[in-house]
């Protein structure tokens, strides 16, 4: 099942850029389509403030998702380390998240749903991992603790 897959026409308004600025940071992020067609999610993480983080989410009708094991998601990044996240409803306060490392190449990161942990604000949470029923949200944030300058290009992401 296609999640969303970039092309030169891809309409990116249920794209959104969320950064630490809700709470008084000074990151800044974008996401825009590059002339080859890829979903590029760029720009500066800050510490300032309290800041340190950047993201991007991707809402979406319900997804039954029962029956799917895997997300793949086809990225080139930057060498840094990102969080995939999911919601199942997107009003939970909670995401599921899974971390991965980018190598700088054009690679497939593979996400095992069962292997998703519930967190708020980085705060593991008392529940189980994802259940894997059903989808309406998912999201990809970098938060290294560090300021940093950032780039992660998306071509597809699927479930499998």
Known sequence: MV???FKQNSDLRDWRVVDDTVMG???DGHFK???AGHGVFQGDVSLENNGGFSSIRYRFDTKQV???STVKIKLKG???RYQFRVKSNQYDRHSYIYHFQTTGDWEVVEVPLSDMLPKFRGRSLDLPNYPGQVMEEIAFLIS???AEAF???LERIILD
Do not use: C
């Open 78 to 80: 930057d060498g840094k």
């Open 3 to 5: 999640i969303f897959d």
């Open 66 to 68: 029962k029956g799917f």
């Open 144 to 146: 290294n603790k560090r």
């Open 33 to 35: 389509l590059n002339p």
């Open 25 to 27: 940071g000074r990151s």
């Open 151 to 153: 780039s992660l290009a």
